[in-house]
């Protein structure tokens, strides 16, 4: 059975996976880049980078999946729907190689960009996107992709089968939280935490088969 | 320098350190012993427990402290104020074996327990609280022993040298976070994690001296 998996998924200490205010110049606003400095500190990032744990867990986030599902404020910043020429943050060859569905209220046509990534705009409920996205992946895993908000509603509504996070340890003290109102989800999982030497903990969650 | 501690503080994933509502019959609320099942199952408080990591942070506890600062709400469910009897949740014996300062807003006579507990009831500034405290300890160090609005006080005000966290994976989803208001407060620490094969994951936060 395919799975839905999220990676990669960096929180702070007190749980938000972005700052404030979002924008063309600091997409994760006063967070900076402090919430992937583990990453990008990796070989999964940089070929001079390190190799150990937090290399192991970045690179699993391609491995077998065959379609992305994303929220609109991950696709660009407040107000790109009214920019027709916006083709997402990551330029002509996006890291996705993949179909990528992004949900919005203002849909637009499909996008075609380099290396194998097209992005298709949908309004529809998170299981309605998860089968459109299980549909174009073709029988390889889908990943969800963020933000917060789009992945707490994957996981309020059950379809989430794996979930890596990486907690930073840093109070960001405001932004988008990822935990609002999931109270109990862990009795699904299996969770396991580790420690890794850079100061990030990884933890994941498992979906439980019995 | 004697210095500020605090130990075995637990929180949930989502950064709570007590469910809710707190009453007689559940001091934490709906979280019931959850916070804490990981000291339970050490030799720190039972004979037969485990030795291992979680064991070895939970036995400094006690260790060179000479008096304890602690919350209304820790010291009894919500209107003990209201009845002369309450004398705390512990019993003859409580577990302090030292003065204890319990911050209120209504003040009652010293109350002396058996094993060198002494509680004091004071209205005080968190700073007021701990010059009492260490006057009191005489040269120990003061323990700031929760709850997490009296922590996040102590923390806000830049009073704690070390702070032992104890995030275990459950979400409780509601009740009183540890972490509100607190932005940027790691830059005063070194922060450490290690994650035990209980499933918890210590944090601790040594105030930085350079
Ligand atoms: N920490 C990490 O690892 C990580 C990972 C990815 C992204 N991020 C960051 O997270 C931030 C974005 O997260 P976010 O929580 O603000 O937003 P988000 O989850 O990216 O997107 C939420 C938006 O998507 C649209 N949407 C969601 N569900 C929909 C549905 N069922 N139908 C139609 N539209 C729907 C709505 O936008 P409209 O109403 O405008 O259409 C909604 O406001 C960015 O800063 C990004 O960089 C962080
Ligand atoms: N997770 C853990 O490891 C841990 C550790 C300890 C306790 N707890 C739990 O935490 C809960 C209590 O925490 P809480 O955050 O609700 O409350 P708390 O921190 O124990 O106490 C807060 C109360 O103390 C009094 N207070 C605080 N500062 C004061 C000051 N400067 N001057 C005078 N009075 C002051 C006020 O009460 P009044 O206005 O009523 O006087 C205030 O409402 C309990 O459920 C307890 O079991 C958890």
Not at 68 to 97: R, Y
Not at 178 to 206: M, Q, R
Request: cysteine-free.
């Amino acid at each position: 059975m395919p799975r839905t998996r999220i990676h990669n998924f960096s929180i702070s200490l007190d749980g938000f996976a972005t700052g404030e205010p979002q924008s063309l110049e600091a997409p994760f606003g006063h967070a900076g880049q402090r919430l992937h400095q583990w990453m990008f500190a990796t070989r999964f990032w940089d070929p001079s980078g390190s190799a150990g744990v937090d290399d192991a867990f970045a690179q699993q986030f391609a491995v077998g999946i065959g379609a992305e599902i994303m929220g609109s404020n991950k696709f660009g910043p407040p107000g790109w729907q009214d920019d027709e020429s916006w083709t997402g943050w990551w330029g002509e060859d996006p890291p996705f190689h993949t179909p990528v569905f992004v949900l919005t209220h203002r849909p637009r046509p499909a996008l075609t960009m380099g290396g194998g990534t097209t992005f298709h705009f949908i309004e529809a409920s998170p299981s309605e996107a998860l089968s459109a996205a299980q549909e174009a992946a073709d029988g390889l895993d889908v990943r969800v992709g963020g933000g917060p908000t789009v992945v707490r509603d994957f996981l309020a509504a059950g379809l989430v089968d794996h979930l890596h996070l990486v907690q930073v340890p840093i109070l960001l003290g405001r932004g988008v939280r990822l935990w609002d109102g999931l109270e109990g989800v862990e009795e699904s999982f299996d969770v396991e935490s580790v420690a890794s030497p850079s100061g990030v903990v990884h933890l994941t969650f498992t979906r439980r088969t019995d």
